[in-house]
Structures are given as structure tokens and as C-alpha cells.
């Protein structure tokens, strides 16, 4: 096996200084650009590698931000992840994915592992079944910032950055309503995920405010919402008597899955049954009618999480983290063709 080759033997094979060559490879301005050419040159040929463990060591920083999703299948956390790069990038720090499965155990092997792999900052959105947060206290102990998105903790020492659900899911309930619903299904995740358990009380607080009955048979609770699940949840909304005329789900794919299986089963859109989905998926633009849908800013949602940890890590006095313990960003309803019962 070939050692690795240090700056003494490209100092050596040029005829200059070890400091030289240090200094030229991280572009020190005492370096002239025709003597940095070739010391580029001659480092790129003889096949260096810089020792970027040893400096992040010195400088105490790894430029590495860990981030923790549910699942990378899906949508909304890649809009998500990719405003997180997008920042990350610009600042010159790098991320290191992970997914938790929506398993805890596998949420705390990846906190113990981000954690012994040094990184500067730490982004997370919870797994369903999160409950005891005690394998983030190493990192709040350690001072390294931790920064929840989408699914946030009640901590004060971190920060987390999400929407109203409690008023998104009002406004979309409430639209259903003023369409002329007097029975409608709601189909969420976990209400253990904070996210669903905000958007249940919206779907309650607009029926309440309307003064409009609703039976606990119409919500609908599923370990995961997604494509799949389409036909289960039409089976039991078939099964009601009398029928829905109105369905509220909390994930796009879901939704069109559903509408899917009431059209093949006889169920006009918006007609029969109105229907509104969250998120603002592609593919809520790509059925037909088109899915009124919850505009759920994943990409800015990445972004702001992102600028703050490092805004955080450029000013280590800054107690941003402490002060502001959640983030609001604005969501919207965007009315579409499968909700409007009444047409204008």
C-alpha cells in the first residue's frame, strides 16, 4: 500500500517550504497565485488528500449538520430537505441524512451516531411514536444546537419550526362546511405526532364553532396515511349509514388514493362526497378534479430551520433557541375543483 502523501514531500519535489505549501493550500494571500498554481498543480498529481479530520480537530468544527426524517419516501420532507441544502450549501456545511422509520428506537441509534460522529447542529422531525426526548439531552448539554421541524417537541431547549395545524385544519373543515357538508370524515396519522393530533382539534373547533354535530366514527386513525391506504378507508367510509358528503384527509397521496377508489366505486367528486387533502403535492395538481389542498411551505419550512441553526453556530452567544421556541410559518388553502359542491 502507497502512504499518503503530506505537504514535506510536495514541499520537497518544488523545492520549497512545508509553510509554503500549507499556506498556498489554504489560500493564504502571502502566497503568490503563480506559486499557488503549482503547488495546486503538483498536489493534484502526486495524489494529496487534505487531512480535513485533523482541521475540523483544531478548529473544533466538522461543518457536518445531521438531519433526522420519518422517511425519505415522501414528498413534502424532500421539499424539505432540499431547502436545507440549499442553505447548507451556501454557508459550506454539509448534511448527513438519516431516517428514523418512524421507529424511536431508530430516532435514538441515530442521535447516538450523529452525536459520536461530532456534528455541529442537529435538525429533526420526530418519529410517530416519540415520546421520552431524553436522547437529545447530550447535545443540549454539550451545547449543540437541536432545531425540530414539522413534528416538534414541547422543549425549552430547542427550537422547532412548523404551521398552525390547529388553524389549517380549521380553515379546511370550515370550507367544507360552507360547501354544504353536514357529515365529514376525517382520516389522519398518529394523533401521538403532534402534527395530526393539532389537526384533529382544528377539524373539532370548526364543527363546534358551526354548531354542527360529528360522531367519533368519522375519524378515521391509521399508522400511516399514505397511497396504500386508499382502499381500507373507502371501505369503511362505504360502511357508514348515512354516507359522508365530505372527506378531510391529512396527506395529498392519500387523498387521491382515496378519490380513486370512490370514483371506482360508483362516488362522484365533488358531487356525492367533497374532498380536500394537505400539503400540496404534485400530484394533488395531477388527478382529476384537482385536489383542494393545504399549501405546506416544505421548502421554506428547510430554509428556515436551516439559517437559524446556523445563525446559531456563527455566534455562539446568540440565544436564539431559547428565546423563540417555535417558528410559525404561514399556510393557505388553495380551493380546487374536488370541494366545490356549490359551483359559482
Request: charged share 25%; aromatic share 6%; net charge neutral.
Amino acid at each position: 500500500m502507497e502512504k499518503d502523501i503530506t505537504i514535506y514531500d510536495i514541499a520537497k519535489d518544488l523545492g520549497v517550504s512545508p509553510t509554503t505549501v500549507s499556506r498556498a493550500l489554504n489560500n493564504h494571500p502571502a502566497v503568490k497565485e503563480k506559486t499557488k498554481k503549482k503547488i495546486f498543480q503538483a498536489a493534484s498529481d502526486m495524489g494529496y488528500q487534505s487531512n480535513i479530520f485533523a482541521a475540523n480537530l483544531r478548529s473544533k468544527r466538522t461543518n457536518n449538520i445531521g438531519v433526522i426524517v420519518p422517511s425519505l419516501n415522501s414528498n413534502f420532507q424532500a421539499s424539505v430537505l432540499a431547502g436545507m441544502e440549499k442553505v447548507a450549501n451556501e454557508a459550506g456545511f454539509n448534511l448527513v441524512i438519516s431516517q428514523s422509520l418512524e421507529s424511536s428506537e431508530k430516532e435514538i441509534a441515530n442521535t447516538r451516531s450523529m452525536f459520536n460522529s461530532r456534528i455541529d447542529g442537529l435538525l429533526v422531525s420526530l418519529a410517530s411514536d416519540a415520546e421520552n426526548l431524553a436522547h437529545f439531552e447530550p447535545f443540549h448539554k454539550r451545547g449543540i444546537p437541536v432545531i425540530f421541524y414539522d413534528r416538534i417537541a414541547n422543549s425549552d431547549s430547542s427550537t422547532g419550526v412548523t404551521i398552525d395545524n390547529i388553524q389549517a385544519a380549521q380553515i379546511a373543515t370550515n370550507h367544507l362546511i360552507d360547501q354544504g357538508c353536514k357529515k365529514i370524515v376525517h382520516v389522519l396519522g398518529s394523533t401521538k405526532v403532534s402534527v395530526y393530533a393539532d389537526r384533529l382539534k382544528g377539524y373539532k373547533y370548526a364543527h363546534i364553532d358551526r354548531n354542527i354535530p360529528f360522531e367519533q366514527d368519522q375519524i378515521i386513525v391509521l399508522s400511516d396515511i399514505n397511497e396504500e391506504a386508499g382502499e381500507n378507508i373507502v371501505n369503511q367510509i362505504l360502511k357508514m349509514d348515512p354516507l359522508p358528503d365530505g372527506i378531510f384527509v391529512s396527506n395529498d397521496a392519500c387523498a387521491a388514493s382515496c378519490m380513486n377508489h370512490l370514483k371506482q366505486r360508483g362516488i362522484r367528486i365533488p358531487e356525492d362526497m367533497a374532498l380536500v387533502g394537505f400539503n400540496n403535492e404534485v400530484i394533488s395538481r395531477l388527478v382529476e378534479p384537482k385536489i383542494t389542498t393545504i399549501n405546506y411551505p416544505g421548502f421554506e419550512m428547510g430554509e428556515v430551520a436551516m439559517k437559524n441553526l446556523i445563525n446559531h453556530l456563527d455566534e455562539p452567544g446568540n440565544t436564539t433557541l431559547h428565546n423563540t421556541n417555535k417558528i410559525t410559518l404561514r399556510s393557505e388553502l388553495l380551493i380546487r375543483e374536488s370541494s366545490l359542491k356549490i359551483k359559482k
